[in-house]
Every structure is written in structure tokens, then in C-alpha cells.
């Protein structure tokens, strides 16, 4: 497995920004699917953007245009800069990965390796 570190979460107010990261001990490049989750209180875990093996990103609707996913290989490292924060984002969020081509099946990801998750607070 991969170990993944996350950071940069923290407390803003709506409307601010903040730009979470997550320290691969892997190189990036052979991490086929890697993308960001979030699970708020007394809700389910929710994938929330994707990186594909052909490199396509992909985003739930609710932050589409706001949150974008980006990855620096010489880094080793995936990013999610998150825009317009709501109060509604509040949650803690997660990276995972799988560094098998196979990982995207049937339109959807798979993962093998998680971060142990930073907090993101949003107050209205």
C-alpha cells in the first residue's frame, strides 16, 4: 500500500479558500487513480474529484467549478484547491490512490491506500 499524508485543512468562513495536499511515499506518476473523499458528521463518505489513468479529472456536482484537483509528480504530491467554501463543505477530507491501471472500472475508480484525513470547518 501507499501511504498518504494529508494537510492544509483548517477553519475559514464562507466564501474563503483553502488548498489541501497529500504527500505520496509513492511516486505519482505509476498512482493511476488517485482523487479526494470527505465525510461530514453523520454522513457517509463521498468521493468528491478524480484523477483517471488517462489523466481526465472528474468532480461531483456539488463542487464543480469551485473545487479543482491538480497533482505535482516531481512532488509526489495531489492538491485540492477549494474555492467559495460553504458552510455545507465542512467535513474531513481524504485522498486515496491505487497504483493499478485496473483501478478505473466501469466509469468509476477504485482504491487501495487512504490518508488519515484533515479537517475542513466552513462557518456561515
Known amino acids: 500500500q501507499v501511504r498518504l499524508v494529508e494537510s492544509g485543512g483548517g477553519s475559514v468562513q464562507a466564501g474563503g479558500s483553502l488548498n489541501l495536499s497529500c504527500a505520496a511515499s509513492?511516486?505519482?506518476?505509476?498512482?493511476?487513480?488517485m482523487g479526494w473523499f470527505r465525510q461530514a458528521p453523520g454522513k457517509e463518505r463521498e468521493g468528491i474529484a478524480h484523477?483517471?489513468?488517462?489523466?481526465?479529472?472528474f468532480y461531483i456536482d456539488s463542487v464543480k467549478g469551485r473545487f479543482t484537483i491538480s497533482k505535482d509528480n516531481a512532488k509526489s504530491t495531489l492538491y485540492l484547491r477549494m474555492n467559495s467554501l460553504k458552510p455545507e463543505d465542512t467535513a474531513v477530507y481524504y485522498c486515496?490512490?491505487?497504483?493499478?491501471?485496473?483501478?478505473?472500472?466501469?466509469?468509476?475508480?477504485?482504491?487501495?491506500?487512504w490518508g488519515q484525513g484533515t479537517q475542513v470547518t466552513v462557518s456561515s
Open positions: 486515496a490512490a491505487h497504483p493499478s491501471l485496473d483501478c478505473w472500472q466501469s466509469g468509476s475508480p477504485i482504491y487501495d491506500s
Open positions: 509513492y511516486d505519482t506518476r505509476a498512482l493511476f487513480c
Open positions: 484523477f483517471s489513468p488517462a489523466g481526465n479529472t
